[in-house]
């Protein structure tokens, strides 16, 4: 019973899925959707029940025989997801046709179950299915525009990339269920400092697990794919896609690899075996952060530059891996929040203007200074949020003498703030698209704007948030 409790908003979303689709199968042609407001209903009603089990749950409970894990690192996720879908929803744009509605909305809440169940999962079993259905999910939804050779093509490299990306995954776990007889995280950790692999087999091992995380997370050499993937799909659900699957596989990433191929310390993560796969992790983050910073000045497609953008940001935050620090860890969760705000507030105006930004500034000055505010947030500009969380993260590099790390990602910096700056170039000429002041559009961007304020104001707070969610690591609050 303790088990059903706990995975009470999966069952609460499951059914919200069911009730959505029965919904579409049993209209006949009314003028009234309700989907939109079903699917929200489902997803307030989730995000209630997992901020109840917050409060009153325990700091580590595994159910299903260890197969899940209801700690406070899944718990964050799980809110941090089931706000991206509700934002996604509330802002769908009138373009999509009502006649599809229904499916879009139950694409979407599919996908939502898909990225929680890849922040809870434990076991490599389900874990292998988490990534299939991530995979599956996000290539439904960058699929919709099926008129759309750039988008098709967009999809097919996304969907061949997961595959690869997924078969490295399985593999990685086949020969790691050979070498420890376990298929949970916790028992395989455990296996591995009693009997250390041979480090031939645990460099294969490695490698094979990061490649498959490196799709979903958009790392190099993946990252190529990422901007061809963002131009096809439609601006709505490329920026769905863009925050909800990275993060899932960043979620991923971090269960698995710091909850079997290191042990804990006091305020750092210990490696098991003889050969130390950070090095690796630093030849990852160095080739994604100077791809995504160098190439994000070269472009001339908006979308391609914020897809550029967002790859240098999963440079960034795999810092956080690479040194295996608990306060580093924390500042990635703390990034991960501010990025939901950033890039929901760009994709959104995005949205509005068709990707074309020509003389915002003039047209549209509330909405013109609030795109650039969400661009500088998200290459971290002094002064705002994002300029804090890329701050600690190259203090940890710098603290743990990975000072070349720490060039690259200050470099990057540089690179992030030049495409910015030729990005308000082009707002202040002539041209783009001219709209009529909107009172709801203003109140949205309002409402992605004085969190990022707030989180400006009250960084400390979120940073010992994020530590605590950090439970399943360490179970220690970790001093700031």
């Known amino acids: 019973m303790k088990d059903v409790i706990l995975i009470l908003p999966e069952i609460v979303l499951a059914g919200t899925f069911a009730l959505v689709l029965l919904g579409e199968m049993t209209r006949f042609g009314e003028s009234l959707h309700l989907s939109v407001f ?11 029940e997992t901020c109840i089990i ?3 749950g325990a700091p580590l409970v595994p159910i299903f025989h260890g197969a899940i894990v209801v700690d406070g690192f899944s718990l964050f996720f799980k809110c941090f997801f089931l706000l991206l879908a509700a934002f996604h ?3 769908l744009p009138d373009d999509i046709p009502r006649a599809r509605l229904s499916e879009y909305c139950a694409l979407t809440l599919a996908s939502v179950m898909a990225m929680i169940l890849a922040s809870e999962v434990a076991e490599m079993f389900l874990g292998f299915l988490s990534l299939l259905f991530l995979s599956l999910t996000s290539f439904f939804m960058l699929a919709t525009r099926r008129q759309s050779i750039v988008a098709t093509e967009g999809s097919m490299k996304l969907l061949l990339a997961h595959t690869l990306a997924t078969g490295f995954f399985l593999y990685g776990s086949g020969l790691l269920f050979a070498a420890t007889g376990c298929g949970d995280i916790t028992s395989m950790q455990a296996a591995l400092l009693a009997h250390p692999l041979p480090m031939h087999v645990q460099v294969v091992v490695f490698t094979l697990f990061f490649l498959g995380f490196s799709a ?3 790392a190099f050499p993946f990252s190529l794919i990422v901007p061809d993937i963002l131009e096809g799909a439609a601006i709505p659900t490329a920026g769905f896609f863009a925050i909800g699957s990275r993060t ?5 990433t971090l269960r698995f690899i710091l909850g079997i191929f290191t042990h804990q310390g006091d305020q750092v993560w210990h490696v098991v075996g003889d050969w130390n796969f950070t090095r690796l992790i630093a030849i990852v983050i160095s080739l994604t952060l100077l791809c995504g910073g160098i190439m994000a000045t070269m472009q001339e497609s908006l979308k391609r530059m914020v897809g550029y953008l967002i790859v240098a940001e999963t440079g960034f935050l795999l810092i956080g891996l690479l040194v295996l620090d608990k306060i580093a860890v924390a500042a990635l969760l703390y990034n991960l929040v501010i990025e939901l705000f950033a890039l929901c507030g760009i994709f959104y105006i995005l ?3 068709a990707g074309d930004v020509r003389g915002m500034l003039r047209s549209a000055p509330f909405e013109g200074v609030c795109f650039v505010v969400f661009f500088l947030c998200l290459v971290g500009a002094p002064g705002l949020p994002g300029f804090l969380g890329k701050f600690t993260l190259i203090g940890a590099a710098v603290h743990h003498k990975r000072f070349a790390i720490a060039g690259f990602a200050i470099l990057t910096m540089l690179l992030g703030h030049a495409a910015v700056a030729k990005l308000s170039y082009q707002m202040i000429g002539d041209g783009g698209v001219a709209l009529a002041p909107s009172r709801s559009r203003i109140g949205v961007l309002l409402c992605l704007l004085v969190p990022l304020i707030l989180l400006t104001l009250f960084s400390d707070t979120l940073l010992l948030f994020a530590s605590r969610s950090l439970g399943f690591l360490g179970g220690a609050e970790i001093l700031m």
């Not at 079903?38 to 209630?48: M, V």
């Not at 899932?248 to 991923?252: H, I, Q, T, V």
Request: charge should be neutral; charged fraction near 0%.
């Open 38 to 48: 079903i699917a929200l209903a489902g997803l307030a009603i989730a995000f209630i």
């Open 54 to 56: 917050y409060q009153v």
């Open 89 to 91: 929803l509330i802002t």
């Open 216 to 218: 979903p997370l958009g």
């Open 248 to 252: 899932a596989g960043m979620a991923m």
């Open 351 to 353: 949205a509005f203007f």
